[in-house]
């Protein structure tokens, strides 16, 4: 299945340039996150995400130069942006491999390949890549089965240790699963009680917190996507302090 043939000319023609550009450096392109999804859904796709197995630099630059585009590099982040004449922008950033040394602790970061990238990721739906680099152009990558359950409309985290990990994955699986009409499955939903239960949201700061509720703001089903945060979080006192404080 050609998942990129709902990508207009111009955000192909983006696409295959950098992954020529990431090839003639003997590196690998990928696009990744969101755009895979929505792809897969059969919808339009605004921003692009491009990881990089290697340097990032080096292909934002090339392809910077190609398109005579604007870079910002921001390399303690290992990413970049390139923004081209028509004010498109696109993201660049290196696989990674994310650890974390404790709970809720923001992750130590170094560069790994993209399978390592993909599994440091939220929900399966969100981790899966498309080759763009010339040799196996269109091809999907999809390790966690994302593809099964965009199918079955369901929302999963990857692993047991997820929310331990970021407790803010809550929110996250929350807004998706509304915004898409999808299922948490009964396994994530068994995490995320056990997560509350063990009061996970004391680990993270109060400032992330009021970010991911800030995302749910914007959200055009923010209304559903609140209440059933209160299902799951309950009388958790630090969801309740701060959403009382932003509602």
């Not at 910077?64 to 303690?76: N, P």
């Not at 680990?203 to 609140?226: A, D, F, P």
């Not at 059933?228 to 302090?241: A, C, Q, W, Y």
Request: with cysteine; hydrophobic share 40%.
């Amino acid at each position: 299945m050609d998942y990129l043939d709902k990508l207009d000319k111009a955000q192909l023609a983006y696409l295959e340039n950098i992954g020529q550009a990431a090839q003639d450096l003997n590196m690998r392109a990928f696009l990744v996150g969101g755009a895979v999804r929505d792809l897969i859904l059969g919808h339009s796709c605004k921003d692009l995400d491009v990881a990089i197995e290697g340097d990032v630099t080096k292909v934002a630059q090339g392809f910077a130069h190609a398109m005579e585009g604007e870079l910002v590099l921001h390399k303690s982040f290992g990413t970049a942006t390139v923004t081209l004449k028509s004010g498109y922008t696109i993201d660049f950033a290196m696989t990674r491999v994310e650890k974390y040394k404790k709970p809720g602790a923001m992750p130590t970061v170094s560069s790994g390949d993209i399978y390592a990238d993909l599994a440091r990721r939220d929900i399966t739906i969100n981790a899966m890549a498309i080759i763009v680099s010339p040799q196996g152009f269109g091809e999907l990558i999809d390790e966690f089965n994302g593809l099964e359950d965009l199918q079955s409309k369901t929302v999963k985290v990857l692993h047991e240790k997820t929310f331990d990990d970021d407790p803010t994955r809550l929110f996250r699986v929350v807004r998706y699963s509304e915004r898409l009409g999808f299922t948490i499955d009964e396994w994530t939903l068994n995490l995320m009680t056990k997560a509350v239960e063990g009061e996970c949201l004391t680990t993270v700061s109060t400032s992330r917190i009021q970010r991911e509720l800030e995302y749910i703001g914007e959200e055009n089903k923010k209304e559903k996507m609140l209440n059933r945060l209160n299902e799951i979080m309950g009388e958790d006192p630090v969801f309740s302090t701060i959403y009382k404080g932003v509602k």
